[in-house]
């Protein structure tokens, strides 16, 4: 071969090089600024490239997805929780016969081990030959764009709480303080007329010997008798005692009300204590689990934090709820109460909050789902299965801490919130 053919072999090797470059660069752009989640698998399934979409809803990063069977780590189970062969998946049969295929209500899985909603298109990828060589996977994340929309509401609905309850809280507050004035001047005045009734007694036993007294003590004997004033010695004070206990449940309401109403309206993280913060969900959720459960609270001494009140409010407070509920369903055949303890403390820099039921627990079958969006257990109208997912979203994202769970069947669950203990004066 002359020296010419060979500098012109060279050229024309250069040129496809380019090419090829060119294309991969294309490509690259192509995935990194298409909108949607974009998977490339090779021949045999094998992932070869994905954009950021793909990574940021699977969770993994891209050295660590690369070089991964795309079937095997991301589509290898059915709802149900049944085995889903390779075989039967879109993406083997648009690598095996060139087909394209359009899925609507699948789900994958992220590297938590979480399942999210998706829908997708698997089309072949051909070489110059017209080969197959590989395919291409776009997906949309159904559970995330739920999930915002749901996040979405929520904010709307714990700004409506907010308004609604510090208009409640003012409601009552403002008539509880005249209920409240009254009741300790009555109390007082009562008091007063207790001891000159003594001393009326007093004066009327020392007089009844007189003769021209006798007749009107008599009466007032009678009186005293027919009022039954021992009864009232008796009562009132306890009467008084029960209405002042009533007015300060009244007030301790207000201010769980006033303080749930601090739902972020400036939507600004604030110097907390946490303490407070449940005892407050606590005074709000009385109603669901009064009748179930009894409460044990063992709040250790810990820092305030910077958090968003009205969410951190709304994580326990479904929590305290799912707890009930679950305690109701294991006593629904007993009248044995079940309960709820809920502990507090500092473990290095961290808050820890733990809150631990007696209820049903949670079987091992969906252990691995209570986390997701849309998922739930409960019978239809009880719950949406947005409440875990919404109560994951708000201490992971918004917080920066975890929430995880433990749970043994027909025993009881423990759900763990740690946040991070940061200087309230950040």
Not at 246 to 264: N, T, Y
Request: charged fraction near 25%.
């Amino acid at each position: 071969m002359e020296q010419h053919d060979i500098e012109s072999l060279f050229q024309e090797l250069n040129s496809a090089k380019e090419a090829l470059n060119q294309v991969r660069y294309q490509n690259e752009m192509m995935l990194r600024w298409v909108e949607g989640a974009v998977l490339l698998v090779d021949r045999q399934g094998v992932i070869i490239q994905a954009n950021d979409v793909a990574l940021q809803a699977l969770g993994w990063k891209e050295e660590e997805l690369i070089g991964q069977k795309c079937h095997e780590t991301i589509h290898h189970t059915l709802e149900d929780g049944g085995e889903y062969p390779w075989e039967f998946c879109p993406v083997f049969a648009a690598l095996e016969d060139g087909s394209s295929h359009h899925v609507s209500g699948d789900i994958f899985w992220n590297k938590e081990g979480t399942s999210f909603s998706v829908d997708y298109i698997a089309c072949s990828t051909r070489n110059e030959q017209n080969e197959v060589n590989g395919a291409v996977l776009t997906f949309r994340n159904l559970t995330e764009m739920r999930l915002q929309e749901a996040n979405r509401i929520h904010g709307m609905k714990l700004e409506s709480i907010g308004e609604l309850s510090a208009g409640i809280a003012h409601e009552i507050n403002t008539p509880m303080q005249f209920v409240g004035g009254n009741l300790a001047f009555l109390q007082e005045g009562f008091d007063d007329l207790l001891t000159l009734f003594n001393r009326y007694k007093t004066f009327r036993q020392s007089v009844a010997q007189e003769e021209k007294f006798t007749a009107a003590c008599e009466e007032l004997l009678e009186f005293e008798e027919e009022i039954d004033v021992d009864y009232l010695k008796e009562e009132v004070p306890t009467a008084f005692s029960q209405t002042q206990e009533g007015v300060d449940r009244v007030i301790k309401l207000v201010q769980g009300l006033k303080g749930f109403a601090h739902s972020d309206s400036n939507h600004a993280k604030q110097a907390m204590d946490i303490n407070t913060i449940i005892e407050n969900t606590l005074v709000v959720s009385r109603n669901e689990y009064k009748y179930v459960a009894d409460i044990e609270t063992h709040f250790n001494t810990i820092p305030m934090i910077m958090v968003y009140p009205g969410d951190i409010g709304q994580v326990i407070l479904n929590l305290i709820v799912n707890a009930a509920h679950a305690i109701g369903d294991a006593t629904a055949e007993s009248e044995e109460k079940g309960c709820i303890r809920i502990e507090t403390c500092q473990q290095g820099n961290e808050i820890v909050i733990t809150i631990t039921d007696t209820g049903t627990g949670i079987p091992d079958s969906v252990k691995n789902r209570i986390f997701d969006p849309f998922f739930t257990t409960k019978e239809v109208g009880k719950g949406s299965g947005q409440g875990l997912a919404i109560a994951r979203t708000i201490i992971h994202d918004k917080h920066q801490g975890t929430l995880a769970c433990t749970s043994t069947s027909s025993k009881g669950t423990t759900f763990s919130i740690r946040l991070p203990a940061e200087s309230s004066d950040k």
